[in-house]
Structure formats: C-alpha cells, structure tokens
C-alpha cells in the first residue's frame, strides 16, 4: 500500500515551498556576486578579450550555478518534508518472469 506523502498535505506544501523560494532568492544572490566577482577577474587578468567571451562566461556560470543549487534544493526538500519516506521501493509485488 503506497503511503501518503506529507507533500500531499497544502499546508506542508506551501511551507516546502515557500522554503524552496527563499534558497532559490538566496542561491540567485550568490550567483549574481559569483559572477560579477568572475567576470571582474576575466577583465582585470587578460588583455582584449571579446565581449562574447563576457557574455558566454556570465551565462555559463549563472545556469550552472542555478541548475545545481535548483536540483539540490528539490533533493533536500523531498528529504526534509519526509516526502522520500512515502515511496513504496518494494519489490515483492513484481512478477519477474523470463519469456526465452
């Protein structure tokens, strides 16, 4: 029998989420400085560099950045509200026969 997630409840999902928004506003403030801090290096370090390369490096680090911190964020809220507890793994219900 499959358990119910604690996600399933509104009240616990709209913490969840609201929780989700606040480390996605936060990580957004460590990116914008990383690459900021990042692109001020680029500039200071090396002699005539295309604004393209500026461009391609901003974006390379704040996707990356923002994908990770978003993936790592949806683990640790699946793991913190207990939602990874309610799924059934078992494998005793699947029949595994070999048709040769």
């Known amino acids: 029998m499959v358990k119910p997630s604690p996600l399933d409840d509104p009240v616990n999902a709209a913490h969840a989420w609201a929780h989700f928004r606040k480390i996605m506003r936060l990580m957004l ?6 690459v900021v801090i990042a692109l ?23 996707f ?26 078992s494998l005793d219900d699947l029949d595994f026969r070999n048709d040769d």
Request: hydrophobic share 50%.
């Open 64 to 89: 990356s950045m923002l994908l990770m911190s978003a993936l790592m964020g949806l683990v640790f809220m699946s793991s913190g509200t207990g939602h990874d507890e309610s799924v059934d793994n």
């Open 40 to 62: 001020a290096i680029i500039y200071n370090q090396v002699e005539d560099v295309s604004p393209h390369f500026f461009i391609a490096t901003a974006l390379g680090i704040g």
């Open 29 to 34: 403030g460590i990116t914008v400085a990383v």
